[in-house]
């Protein structure tokens, strides 16, 4: 009996292998196709079966070959445009000392703010997403900041990553942030990203008056220790 039960673990574990062999190779063969394709109706249809998983290199490599083999197809050319600007996020990264980039989105309201309102404020963009768990921990830290450091020169606004904008709504509401919200619909591939170039949630940048990033990336106690050390 224990014999037969090898005999079959040992099969099941044989066509586990070769179930991910031959997924392997239908990769490659996707993978290989972006050398011969004739037809941008067929290679639009390869590419969105190819999975490269955390494998950004393969992914430009792999995009830059597709842009050259049709140069003159608007979708094609749209879509290597949108792929280069994502994978700028991984490949750039603003610096304390850079001017931050501007950015306008909607509000609760659906009125449009762009952050070069608060030029002269110190202000901390903030960036969370009503589904991330750590973005909705780090909410107590920014309540603090801005009960303690709201009535000083200093602002905060938060950035949600969120394609549902009902669930944002209802987070903002169940949290009580009563500072500025602001929504990117498009989430990882919204102005938002690509403006700001971060690749985790949560995440915050805190600007001078002068439009400077003086830090980043501040979390727990460590944001209030910096205001701390600001408004002292």
């Not at 549902?164 to 509401?173: D, L, P, V």
């Not at 700001?196 to 980043?216: H, M």
Request: no cysteine.
């Amino acid at each position: 009996k224990m014999q037969w039960s090898r005999k079959q673990d040992s099969s099941t574990q044989e066509k586990r292998f070769s179930a991910t062999s031959i997924t392997e190779e239908v990769q490659a063969d996707y993978r290989n196709y972006v050398d011969t394709v004739t037809s941008p109706a067929a290679a639009l249809y390869i590419y969105s079966g190819v999975d490269f998983g955390e494998d950004r290199k393969a992914l430009k490599e792999y995009i830059l070959k597709l842009g050259g083999r049709f140069p003159n197809h608007q979708a094609i050319q749209k879509l290597v445009s949108n792929t280069r600007n994502y994978l700028s996020i991984f490949e750039e990264e603003l610096e304390i000392g850079d001017a931050a980039p501007d950015l306008m989105l909607p509000d609760v309201t659906g009125a449009l703010l762009p952050l070069s309102f608060y030029k002269g404020k110190y202000l901390l963009v903030d960036f969370w997403a009503s589904w991330d768990g750590p973005s909705r921990v780090q909410g107590m830290y920014k309540k603090k900041a801005f009960q303690k450091f709201g009535n000083k020169n200093f602002f905060l606004v938060s950035i949600s990553l969120d394609p549902e904008k009902e669930m944002w709504k209802q987070a903002i509401k169940q949290d009580e942030y009563n500072w500025t919200q602001l929504i990117d619909e498009k989430a990882w591939m919204g102005p938002a990203v690509l403006a700001f170039k971060f690749d985790s949630l949560p995440f915050n940048f805190l600007i001078d008056p002068d439009g400077r990033i003086i830090d980043k990336a501040l979390y727990g106690d460590s944001l209030l220790v910096k205001l701390n050390q600001l408004f002292r």
